[in-house]
Nanobody, 124 residues
Framework: QVQLVESGGGLVQAGGSLRLSCAASGRTFSSYAMGWFRQAPGKEREFVARISRSGGTTYYADSVRGRFTISRDNAKNTVYLQMPSLKPEDTAVYYC?????????????????WGQGTQVTVSS
């Protein structure tokens, strides 16, 4: 069992930055690949980024590649999402999720554990 708690969301102007954190409980954090997803009002939840168990491999959605950075600190049981140059279209609830599988999936159904989400609002 893994419990995930996101933090770091908020209201920011376009061009600003935020860093989201996701703290995991348990001693098996390094056994899970971690992902970030987001869901905007009226839209389906979408993949944002994924990081492998060791942190050595990362994947990004086209919409954030080159702008957002996912990272993890296994000693602190925490995964991060650094989000500079934010745009109004980045407004969404952001969720972190844990996947015990090794395949780099972007499907939210493949992730076993989810946090409660943190709101990110980017004003124009």
């Amino acid at each position: 069992q893994v419990q995930l708690v996101e933090s770091g969301g908020g209201l920011v102007q376009a061009g600003g930055s935020l860093r989201l954190s996701c703290a995991a409980s348990g001693r098996t954090f390094s056994s899970y690949a971690m992902g970030w997803f987001r869901q905007a009002p009226g839209k389906e939840r979408e993949f944002v980024a994924r990081i492998s168990r060791s942190g050595g491999t990362t994947y990004y959605a086209d919409s954030v590649r080159g702008r957002f950075t996912i990272s993890r600190d296994n000693a602190k049981n925490t995964v991060y999402l650094q989000m500079p140059s934010l745009k109004p279209e980045d407004t969404a609830v952001y969720y972190c999720a844990a996947d015990s599988g090794s395949l780099p999936t972007r499907k939210d159904s493949e992730y076993e554990y989810w946090g409660q989400g943190t709101q990110v609002t980017v004003s124009s």
